[in-house]
């Protein structure tokens, strides 16, 4: 399968946690990464190699990955975390990248 | 700092050919063992990975797209070049490029991306 399904909406209260999940039979063999993207923004790159930080990405956020489903875990929302969240990863054959189709954060 | 710019046009006729040119500062695309790809966003829409290539001309592109799609790079120039061919209004989006770790699995470094519309 070449598919990675999110769940299209998600809310949150301030300060507290939301798990946003990514399933795919490409998660399964291959890293998950994700992105968040703004209004108007390019996406921007939060988590990489399932659970890995880049640089300068706050330690709210958090990955992991077992089976055929990935998580994002933003523990203590905040209001600067409404976005729209976009997993990604390898499809079946491992030879394209296939994006999962996003799941918007609202942040109550 | 890594920067990448996108550059076409804004505008362009149903059934003619979209061109696109990534210019990347702040590295030489040609010193990196690096892919570096196209990703694409339909208005209100989710992200799509078009293809990438690296500094020796190796491909590897998304099998929906890929009869139309011709990627390039011009190391002399430190940029690279997408081409879609036989547009329709469904290829109306934003054009992102970006540098893709391809073994990790990550597009690091993503340009500000450029809005084309399909329209006559």
């Known amino acids: 399968s070449s598919e990675l399904t999110q769940d299209p909406a998600m809310s949150v209260a301030l300060g507290q946690t939301v798990r946003i999940t990514c399933q795919g039979d490409?998660?399964?063999?291959?890293?998950a990464t994700w992105y968040q993207q703004k209004p108007g923004q390019a996406p921007v790159l939060i988590i990489f190699?399932?659970?890995k930080r880049p640089s300068g990405i706050p330690d709210r956020f958090s990955g992991s990955s077992s089976g055929t489903t990935a998580s994002l875990t933003i523990t203590g929302a905040q209001a600067e975390d409404e976005a729209d969240y976009y997993c990604?990863?390898?499809?079946?054959?491992?030879?394209?990248?296939?994006f999962g189709g996003g799941t918007k954060l609202t942040v109550l | 700092q890594l920067h990448l710019q996108e550059s076409g046009p804004g505008l362009v006729k149903p059934s003619a050919t979209l061109s696109l040119t990534c210019t990347v500062s702040?590295?030489?695309?040609?010193?990196?063992?690096?892919?570096w790809g196209w990703i694409r966003q339909p208005p209100g829409k989710g992200l799509e990975w078009i293809g990438s290539?690296?500094?020796?001309?190796?491909?590897y592109q998304n099998p929906s797209l890929k009869s139309r799609v011709s990627m390039s790079v011009d190391t002399s120039k430190n940029e690279f070049s997408l081409t879609l061919r036989s547009v329709t209004a469904a290829d109306t989006a934003v054009y992102y490029c970006?540098?893709?770790?391809?073994?990790?699995?990550?597009?690091?470094?993503w340009g500000q991306g450029t809005k084309v519309t399909v329209s006559s």
């Open positions: 702040g590295d030489s695309i040609s010193s990196s063992t690096e892919y």
């Open positions: 190699g399932n659970k």
């Open positions: 490409g998660v399964r063999a291959y890293y």
């Open positions: 970006a540098r893709d770790r391809a073994a990790t699995i990550r597009f690091d470094i």
């Open positions: 990604s990863s390898r499809d079946s054959s491992g030879n394209h990248v296939v």
């Open positions: 290539i690296n500094y020796s001309g190796n491909t």
